[in-house]
């Protein structure tokens, strides 16, 4: 629709559009009556101005029958239509029909001036800047002057106020209206977007806010027709002045045709006047810029769906779904040109030729579109013809090759499943009787592409929605967490139940659909659909405040859900690829159990099941009451959203956990279902510790219910991760000893005794047992002796079990469990000698050693320590091995107990160490003091050191040497002349070695010699041997 700009009327002789109807010169009786003075002039008020605009007329003041007529026919009827019905008008009738003519409702000029306030995606921390606010300040600044209402055209000046970087800047602006809609607008400031500038807001608000301040005249046309010749000419040259560097050339050009009597201009009846209003066959409708609708989708298509571009479109649909609430023509309007860019995307034609789908991203953005769709095709006051159209463009669009396919409808690629059933009605009961069961409906409701549920639903309850006649547009934080207020409205009457209401009916519409029983879809992205749309569904029916209505429409449908055969979800019997009702069936129990505690449970406890997980027995074995049997052919597709149904599932349960503690009956058919349903050991910990809080509350006494519950489903963890790999397995050991100590000493008892069958020897002896018998414990149980008696006697048992069963990890846990009981203690020492021919290391074997000798028993330590000893093997390069410290002990050890232990223990230290420094320091070691220094009973040291040159030191001697001997050669085959130095200095620790026998400095004289000799080709490096050794 052609805009009515200012600068361009007078530029050009436009064209006839809707704005500039043709305006032809009836007689003077025809309109004009004469005996009203000052005709051309006065304010909007007029004739009948006392009357103010709608909602701000004072209380109990009626009006009057010319406003309620002319307000009617301003807003149903074309101006041009009005002339032709009657001959004659007269002029206050006309002034108060153009007067009701601009539109009265500031909700319409806040849609087309901001994204959608309530709740949408602009109603962001940015709402102050929204076109909408910015001109709601520059009204309430006294921004707006000059404002002039010429028949169906307003003007006026705003002014933007100065900055700190800026001055004032003032704006022309122009909007022109018909039938109370804004059909074109026009403003100095140039602004290129969808929506109204903040300039056309404020003149638009000042027109419906201050009407008694606007003067009205009628259109241009009329006032013309009231002026003689003189006063015309006089007119028109004025004009020309005060425009002449704009106007001169198109008033020349006008003249021109008028004097020309075969020119175009004087083949028309009448001349165009942009103030006149719309003409019969215009169409009624609010300004759209177009153009700027399809740049800024293909704008946001081409980031593709990077820098926000999804959230603008989303936003631009939100404001689509807005037209449409208003039942405003535009939002089909509007829709069309999104789709058209969506068609025209690049992507579409790229995508097909590779043979890949679309992002994620974009696949929303299309079940959005079509969604939209539906709205607009089942909208009920759409016209038939107008629908037809639609239905042609949807098909043009459909035909096209890049048009992508629906998402999620799998109807034509399985088989009617309900066919493959005998039909033989005789046949049902006993079908039933085996628990097998079908679903009559392979294409959901819920998560459909067009999302047919959720349209019914906000379609109903929409229709049920409380808006206050005066609501403030944008609160302060853009209306954030305001529910809306929904009030019953009867169906009409003529229906089969008419006591019902749109509200209850649409309770009546999600539950049905959320509880169809479905098959899950294949693919991400279509099963990720269906539990967004599903808890987009629940979030909408959270918004209810459900009054006795309401809640005996739940109570009634999920009754006939828990009945309802092969179509409900929650029915007895479902198919093992049925989407499970977890999150569907917690909104269910929460708002059921104030009113129905029992169904609440009973419907509950039924969508616990995860089918999909579980393993269904054999099709012939009728002998279990819920035998399921497949009649779909076999297909197993991959469900890429198990882990969030699972966590649903284990919401579920947590839900109802908390709801029945303290009631042990329906704690124990929980805790069976739990058991039953949920196959994931980390779900299972999450209710055992959610279970274990509420529990135990820091502000109350402990519920030993609840505790209980939470104790059984540790034990569960326990069996089920025991022979699994879970790398929070540790915290849940030490978590379940926790929990068993909260419940009590005969928890703690039951754990030690079964231990085998929950946890390793190694978690039972170095976790359970310790923390069982530690002092903490005790002091937290207030145990008696017998008591602390039996625990210990229990976690001695234990360790003896676990040291016989795994004495490599066991050994020393059994060890300390067993001090204070000897004939304990002994068999763990047996058990730990026993073991240690066969699989243990010599670190446990070193260790447990070390052990004995701190609790006092040098002499098994010293056994030990030889049996580890024969179990280490250290190579001649490996002078910073772990376990040098251990041989360094154990020799100093044997040393201190005497010379027959240190003559015992040399023979496994030369066969087991082949490094010569570890060699040298044991030997200089056993040199520096006297052996036998332990002071063991029976035993008497002799005070004297020992000869190097005298067994038992004379072997380690000769070992060592021999070590040096070897590790030097080995050393030399690959020197690089960086490790020269470090080299001669290994020779000078040699040296100390060879020259401790009396004959050594012979010996290490004949080796440097041999070096020499052997290694001359290595010049450099034996003119350093030369230097330092001769």
């Not at 309401?550 to 828990?562: A, D, G, N, W």
């Not at 009945?563 to 929650?570: C, I």
């Amino acid at each position: 629709m052609a805009e009515g700009g200012e600068r361009e009327e007078l530029l050009s002789p436009p064209p006839v559009s809707p704005a500039k109807r043709l305006c032809s010169w009836p007689s003077p009786q025809a309109h004009h009556p004469r005996g009203s003075p000052g005709a051309a002039g006065g304010g909007v008020g007029g004739v009948g101005s006392s009357c103010l605009a709608a909602g701000a007329r004072p209380h109990l003041q009626p009006e009057s029958l010319l406003d309620c007529a002319a307000k009617t026919v301003a807003e149903k009827w074309a101006y041009e239509r009005v002339e032709e019905r009657f001959e004659r008008i007269p002029e206050p009738v006309q002034r108060r029909i153009v007067y009701w003519s601009f539109p009265r409702n500031e909700r319409e000029i806040c849609m087309y001036s901001s994204f959608q306030y309530r709740g949408g995606p602009g109603a962001g921390a940015t709402g102050g800047g929204l076109p909408f606010r910015r001109g709601i300040r520059l009204l309430d600044s006294g921004s707006v002057e000059n404002v002039l209402q010429v028949g169906f055209h307003l003007s006026g000046t705003v002014t933007e106020p100065a900055t700190a970087s800026e001055p004032a800047v003032t704006y022309k602006v122009a909007i022109s209206f018909d039938r109370c809609k804004i059909t074109s607008v026009t403003c100095g400031c140039g602004n290129k977007d969808i929506f109204y500038c903040a300039h056309v807001v404020a003149l638009s608000l000042y027109r419906i806010r201050k009407p008694d301040q606007v003067k009205l005249r009628l259109p241009i046309s009329e006032t013309l027709f009231q002026m003689n010749r003189d006063q015309l000419q006089k007119f028109i040259q004025y004009l020309i002045t005060a425009h002449h560097t704009e106007v001169l050339p198109t008033a020349q050009k006008l003249a021109d045709e008028i004097l020309s009597s075969n020119s175009e201009i004087n083949q028309v009846n009448g001349a165009p006047d942009p103030t006149a209003g719309a003409s019969i066959d215009d169409e009624n409708c609010w300004h759209l810029d177009e153009e700027q609708v399809k740049e800024q989708v293909k704008l946001f298509l081409s980031q593709g769906g990077y820098y926000g571009s999804g959230k603008q479109l989303n936003s631009m649909f939100a404001k689509v779904r807005e037209m449409l609430r208003m039942r405003d023509s535009n939002g089909a309007r509007m829709l069309t040109l999104i789709t058209e860019q969506f068609m025209a995307d690049p992507r579409l034609t790229l995508w097909r030729q590779q043979g890949t789908s679309m992002t994620d991203k974009c696949r929303q953005l299309w079940d959005e579109l079509g969604a939209l769709w539906v709205c607009i095709i089942l909208n009920p006051h759409c016209k038939l013809e107008e629908k037809s159209c639609w239905l042609q463009q949807l098909q043009k669009w459909s035909d096209l090759d890049v048009c992508p396919l629906e998402d999620g409808n799998y109807g034509h690629e399985l088989p009617n499943i309900t066919n493959a059933l005998p039909q033989n009605a005789s046949h049902s009961p006993e079908l039933l009787q085996r628990g097998t069961t079908t679903i009559t409906n392979l294409e959901g409701w819920v998560g459909h592409p067009l999302d047919p549920i959720g349209c019914l639903f906000l379609t109903l309850t929409e229709a049920c929605r409380l808006n206050a006649e005066t609501i403030d547009l944008l609160p302060s934080d853009m209306n954030e967490s305001r529910l809306p207020i929904y009030q019953h409205v009867s169906v009409a009457t003529g229906c089969s139940n008419s006591s019902e209401s749109y509200l209850s009916l649409a309770l009546e519409v999600a539950l049905m659909g959320m509880g169809q029983q479905r098959v899950m879809p294949e693919g991400l992205y279509a099963q990720d659909k269906v539990c967004r749309n599903e808890e987009q569904l629940l979030s909408q029916l959270q918004e209810l405040q459900l009054d006795d209505e309401l809640v005996q429409t739940l109570r009634k449908q999920c009754i006939l859900l828990l009945e309802g055969g092969p179509f409900s979800g929650l029915g007895e019997v479902i198919h093992r690829e049925s989407v499970p009702m977890h999150t569907f069936a917690k909104y269910l129990f929460s708002a059921l159990l104030p009113h129905d505690p029992d169904l609440s449970y009973k419907l509950a406890l039924r969508a616990m099941r995860l089918p999909v997980l579980e393993n269904s027995a054999a099709a012939g074995d009728t002998s279990h009451p819920h035998q399921m049997v497949s009649v779909v052919p076999s297909r197993y597709p991959r469900w890429f959203t198990l882990g969030h149904l699972e966590s649903q599932q284990c919401e579920l349960a947590s839900t109802m956990l908390t709801a029945a503690k303290g009631d042990t009956l329906r704690l124990r058919t929980i805790l069976e279902a739990i058991q039953k349903h949920i196959h994931s050991s980390s779900l299972i910990f999450k209710l055992a510790q959610d279970a274990f809080k509420i529990a135990t509350p820091a502000d109350s006494s402990t519920d030993s219910t609840l505790l209980n519950v939470a104790l059984e489903l540790g034990l569960q963890v326990m069996r089920m991760t025991l022979s699994t790999l879970n790398w929070r397995r540790r915290e849940m050991v030490r978590w379940l000893v926790t929990c068993a100590t909260e419940v009590g000493v005969r928890a703690l008892v039951s754990i030690l005794q079964s231990w085998y069958t929950l946890f390793t020897p190694t978690e039972a002896t170095s976790i359970v047992a310790a923390t069982a018998v530690s002092h903490t414990t005790i002091l937290r149980l207030s145990l008696d002796y017998p008591q602390r008696e039996e625990l210990a006697s229990c976690a001695r048992t234990l360790a003896l079990q676990c040291a016989m069963k795994d004495p490599q990890s066991c050994a020393l846990s059994a060890l300390t469990l067993c001090e204070k009981d000897h004939i304990a203690f002994e068999a763990a020492y047996q058990i730990a000698i026993d073991a240690a021919a066969g699989g243990m290391t010599h670190s446990q074997l070193f260790t447990i050693a070390r052990y004995m000798e701190l609790r006092g028993y040098p002499l098994r330590a010293f056994k030990l320590a030889s049996l580890a000893m024969s179990h280490l093997n250290l190579a001649y390069n490996q002078d910073t091995h772990p376990a040098i410290n251990d041989v360094l002990w154990a020799c100093a050890l044997s040393h201190s107990l005497g010379k027959n232990e240190l003559a015992a223990l040399i023979p496994l230290v030369v066969k087991s160490v082949h490094c010569a420094t570890v060699l040298s320091d044991i030997l200089r070691r056993c040199t520096v003091t006297a052996p036998g220094l332990a002071g063991i009973p029976g035993r008497r040291s002799s005070g004297k050191l020992m000869s190097t040159d005298k067994a038992p030191l004379r072997q380690l001697l000769d070992a060592t040497i021999n070590a040096y001997i070897n590790t030097t050669h080995s050393r030399l085959t690959h020197i690089s002349p960086r490790h020269y130095g470090e080299f001669i200095e290994f020779l000078s620790k040699a040296r100390e070695t060879f020259l401790l026998p009396q004959d050594g400095h012979l010996q290490f004289a004949q080796f440097i010699d041999n070096l020499k000799q052997i290694y001359k080709g290595k010049k450099k490096l034996m003119l350093l041997v030369r230097e330092r050794f001769g």
